[in-house]
């Protein structure tokens, strides 16, 4: 199994100098601190309040994540953010088979349903394309992982998988998409670590380590 890292996000040197800051108070690398700011920024904190160690007000998290986000948009290499759903549902999880192939991703075909995200409120995108692909509507519960995805074969587009744990909250299953995409076909509830079975390209290790968790309650 190929291993891949959370994403490390590149931001402008005055905001490197406060992420390094909160590095060398708290002993953690970029990648990790990065990660806690997403995830505390989509559970609505009114502070990062990660074991107390953090304290960052979402004003700032959301000047943080936009900057980023209008920095990327002007550099010559494009960034594509894509949120993933792992929908957990009476200890199985739900796939999608795609319809056609993906200009990125070489031969990908079974995945986790979810699109690319056009703004930074990725839990509302996130929502309404799992609506679109399988007929739930969801709960997005908390990010999982993040990272670049190295079965990209285009080398002019970065593509920034985010991977969070959905629960259903409504609805009836069935598969379906935007026509403008690429919409699922088929879906199919698995055991979580059998999704390597269908996958046909790399799973990120966070991301089969979470699953495991799922799968055998450690």
């Not at 990062?48 to 953090?54: M, T, V």
């Not at 007000?57 to 936009?66: E, G, I, T």
């Not at 949120?83 to 957990?88: E, K, R, T, V």
């Not at 990908?108 to 690319?116: A, D, H, N, R």
Request: glycine share 6%.
């Amino acid at each position: 199994m190929r291993k891949s890292k959370i994403v490390s996000i590149t931001l402008h040197p005055d905001i490197l100098i406060q992420i390094d800051d909160l590095k060398s108070q708290n002993k953690q690398n970029r990648s990790e601190i990065i990660k806690n700011i997403i995830n505390a920024y989509f559970k609505g904190q009114k502070t990062l309040d990660i074991s107390d160690r953090y304290k960052i007000r979402p004003q700032s998290l959301s000047q943080l994540l936009k900057m980023y986000y209008n920095l990327s948009s002007k550099q010559k290499q494009k960034n594509h953010i894509i949120g993933l759903g792992i929908i957990i549902n009476k200890g199985k999880v739900l796939i999608g088979k795609r319809k056609g192939l993906d200009p990125y991703v070489k031969h990908l075909s079974w995945v986790f349903p979810g699109g690319m995200m056009h703004s930074l409120n990725f839990e509302k995108e996130l929502i309404i394309y799992i609506k679109h692909e399988t007929g739930f509507t969801v709960k997005v519960e908390k990010i999982v992982h993040a990272r670049i995805h190295p079965d990209n074969i285009n080398d002019k587009v970065k593509i920034i998988a985010l991977y969070f744990h959905c629960s259903i909250v409504s609805g009836k299953q069935k598969a379906g998409g935007y026509k403008k995409f690429v919409p699922l076909i088929k879906l199919k509830w698995v055991q979580p670590t059998a999704v390597v079975r269908y996958f046909t390209t790399s799973t990120a290790d966070e991301v089969m380590n979470f699953l495991k968790r799922i799968e055998f309650g450690i």
